[in-house]
């Protein structure tokens, strides 16, 4: 299983970016996906969790309104649109993939991707 996450970029307070995240190695429908990311000197923090049918969305409180999670299943593919981004929204992004039969959203994934930085200047 691959999860291989990309778009991160420098850009600057109040820009947008789209994270995009392609998995392979796995049956894509059978699994929840969800983005998380971890900033210098902190823990790892959950994003967004998307269900295997795209139909429910999950947010933490601090991204909710500005990010927006999405998944395209014939594609094999996760996206994390990000607006009016701030400076706290810098972190390394990481994108994950939890069997869909295990409950929750915010932990216990199975499978990781490495992740893509994302740097917001003010």
């Known amino acids: 299983v691959q999860l291989q996450a990309s778009g991160g970029g420098s850009v600057q307070a109040g820009d947008s970016l789209l994270l995009s995240c392609a998995a392979s190695g796995l049956t894509f429908t059978r699994f929840t996906v969800g983005w998380f990311r971890q900033a210098p000197g902190k823990e790892r923090e959950w994003v967004s969790a998307?269900?295997?049918?795209?139909?429910?969305?999950y947010y933490a409180p601090n991204v909710k309104g500005r990010f927006a999670i999405s998944r395209d299943n014939a594609k094999n593919m996760v996206y994390l649109q990000m607006n009016g981004l701030k400076p706290e929204d810098s972190a390394v992004y990481f994108c994950a993939a939890k069997f869909k039969i295990r409950s929750g959203v915010r932990d216990e994934y199975d499978y990781w991707g490495q992740g893509t930085l994302v740097t917001v200047s003010s």
């Open positions: 998307l269900d295997w049918s795209g139909d429910s969305r």
